[in-house]
Each structure stands twice: as structure tokens, then as C-alpha cells.
């Protein structure tokens, strides 16, 4: 079983602080790797897909991929309470063929004001 | 537009009964899929159909009987179903080319009596 491993947290920032979120992976073949953001009692949003090696930024928020490493991360910068969520993790592997995903057990994060 | 309907909301069923999640999107996807979320897990797959045939199949038990009727519906015929099984029924769908960024549905939240 390939597997996506966060740290489940909770962490816990101050409102305008840079919120980090780590995941790594063990399929070293995987290709295409994602965040979503989950509110409590609500579906799953996808907010960065991230495909090669380096920095991708979209707004206030940046997907860091590291192939060699097996490790992708998302930074929120200007942090604020209603970033307040679960964000999953997840990474489509290369075997089963490129529509499964696996998802990582997610990591809560918590803004205070 | 990223939109995933799922039909109902909320459903409530016994053990003897027969009931349908229903799912339609109108993004021009042809892959679609049912997952499977309790309460504070991650989703997890259950199948997946690529241009209306079934692909994979998560060693899911047959009381779930999917259907994909076109490439805009997914249904997910429910039957003689356990107290084990009430959970939030998430359906996603992503195009079938490079990036296979899934989106989500709002869920249908299923609690078996």
C-alpha cells in the first residue's frame, strides 16, 4: 500500500502569521500531487496542484514540490481565521493508473486572532 | 465552473432498504468517481469510471452497486446496507488528460439504521 503521510496536528498560528503544512510520500514514481482544504462537515476543495519540482503560487498560497526528497509542502501566507481547516494531502501514484489518488491523513490548522 | 451535484443531502435508510446516491456533472469530465469519508478520515476510493466503464473497483462489497449511466451522471445504488456503513458519500470528477485534478461534490451524508 502506497502511502501519504502528514503530521495531523493540530497547528496552531496567529492570524497573519506563514502557516506550514508538510506531506511526504513513499511512491517514488508518483506524478501529480494536490491540496485540499476541508471545512468541518463539508466536501473536500482542491486549492494548488503542483506537478514538477520547485515553487508554484497561486494568491496567498504556495505548493513546494521536491521529487528527490519525496516531500511536498503548502505555505499560507496571511494567515487568517477562516483558513481554519483540514488540508489534505494527496498524491495520484504511479501504479493503479493515473485517476487514483491517495490521501494523506490530513493536517488540521487552527488561526487565532 | 467546478461543479459536482450530488443528490440528497442527507439520507436516512434501514438495513432492508434500496436507495440511490445520484451525481451529475457538466464539466465535460470523463472520469468519475465515488469515495467514501467517516469522520475524521481522509476519503477513500471506492471506484472509478473512465469514459463510462468501470475501471476500478476498491474491493468495495456488493451491497454498493455503481452505475454511470452517461458521461454526466454517476449513481451509487445502495442495498441490505450496515450500521458500519453511514458515512459522507463523496462523488469527484476530473478530466481524463494531464493534471487529473479531481473535483469534489458537496457529499451525501448516509446513515444506515
Known amino acids: 500500500q502506497k502511502e501519504v503521510e502528514q503530521n495531523s496536528g493540530p497547528l496552531s498560528v496567529p492570524e497573519g502569521a506563514i502557516a506550514s503544512l508538510n506531506c511526504t510520500y513513499s511512491d517514488r514514481g508518483s506524478q501529480s500531487f494536490f491540496w485540499y482544504r476541508q471545512y468541518s462537515g463539508k466536501s473536500p476543495e482542491l486549492i494548488m496542484s503542483?506537478?514538477?519540482?520547485g515553487d508554484k503560487e497561486d494568491g496567498r498560497f504556495t505548493a513546494q514540490l521536491n521529487k528527490a526528497s519525496q516531500y511536498v509542502s503548502l505555505l499560507i501566507r496571511d494567515s487568517q481565521p477562516s483558513d481554519s481547516a483540514t488540508y489534505l494531502c494527496a498524491v495520484n501514484p504511479r501504479e493503479g493508473g493515473y485517476n487514483k489518488l491517495i490521501f494523506g491523513a490530513g493536517t488540521r490548522l487552527a488561526v487565532h486572532p | 465552473d467546478t461543479e459536482v451535484t450530488q443528490t440528497p443531502k442527507h439520507l436516512v435508510m434501514g438495513m432492508t432498504n434500496k436507495k440511490s446516491l445520484k451525481c451529475e456533472q457538466h464539466?465535460?469530465?470523463?472520469?468519475m468517481y465515488w469515495y467514501k469519508q467517516k469522520a475524521k478520515k481522509p476519503p477513500e476510493l471506492m471506484f472509478v469510471?473512465?469514459?463510462?466503464?468501470?475501471?476500478i473497483n476498491e474491493s468495495v462489497p456488493s451491497r454498493f452497486s455503481p452505475e454511470c449511466p452517461n458521461s454526466s451522471l454517476l449513481n451509487l445504488h445502495l442495498h441490505a446496507l450496515q450500521p458500519e456503513d453511514s458515512a459522507l458519500y463523496l462523488c469527484?470528477?476530473?478530466?481524463?488528460?494531464?493534471?487529473?485534478?479531481?473535483?469534489f461534490g458537496p457529499g451525501t451524508r448516509l446513515t444506515v439504521t
Open positions: 469527484a470528477s476530473s478530466q481524463e488528460s494531464a493534471g487529473h485534478e479531481q473535483y
Open positions: 469510471y473512465s469514459y463510462e466503464k468501470l475501471s
Open positions: 503542483i506537478y514538477s519540482n
Open positions: 464539466m465535460g469530465h470523463r472520469a
